[in-house]
């Protein structure tokens, strides 16, 4: 289970890095609140990376400059913007991913389901 997760947790950052560098025209609209789509990618992406991997502190600061770092780059990118409420949104989504994937580690049941 732990190389699935790995392996969903590496196309999520590579999901993330496509949809916020292409044009903004070619990006995918949907129906969804723009905070939530932001929530509940970095969240996916936080969860996947705590199931798949430990060092889980490790991980929350990785995945925040990951936050930022994808931010950043959008500067670069004529028609994007950065936002540090997305800054915000995606920080708090990738640390509250990784503390439920802790959580979810200390129960001895998933423990024995990831074996």
């Given at each position: 289970?732990?190389?699935?997760?790995?392996?969903?947790?590496?196309?999520?950052?590579?999901?993330?890095?496509?949809?916020?560098?292409?044009?903004?025209?070619?990006?995918p609209v949907t129906p969804a609140p723009h905070n939530f789509e932001h929530a509940a990618i970095f969240l996916a992406a936080g969860l996947a990376f705590g199931l798949g991997y430990s060092r889980y502190l490790v991980q929350i600061l990785g995945l925040i400059a990951f936050s930022a770092a994808i931010e950043l780059i959008q500067l670069l990118i004529p028609g994007r913007h950065a936002r540090f409420s997305d800054f915000l949104v995606d920080a708090l989504s990738v640390s509250i991913g990784v503390g439920l994937a802790f959580l979810l580690a200390e129960d001895k049941i998933w423990t024995r389901f990831r074996r």
């Amino acid at each position: 289970m732990r190389r699935l997760f790995r392996i969903v947790a590496w196309l999520l950052l590579v999901a993330i890095v496509v949809l916020s560098v292409v044009p903004a025209e070619n990006r995918p609209v949907t129906p969804a609140p723009h905070n939530f789509e932001h929530a509940a990618i970095f969240l996916a992406a936080g969860l996947a990376f705590g199931l798949g991997y430990s060092r889980y502190l490790v991980q929350i600061l990785g995945l925040i400059a990951f936050s930022a770092a994808i931010e950043l780059i959008q500067l670069l990118i004529p028609g994007r913007h950065a936002r540090f409420s997305d800054f915000l949104v995606d920080a708090l989504s990738v640390s509250i991913g990784v503390g439920l994937a802790f959580l979810l580690a200390e129960d001895k049941i998933w423990t024995r389901f990831r074996r």
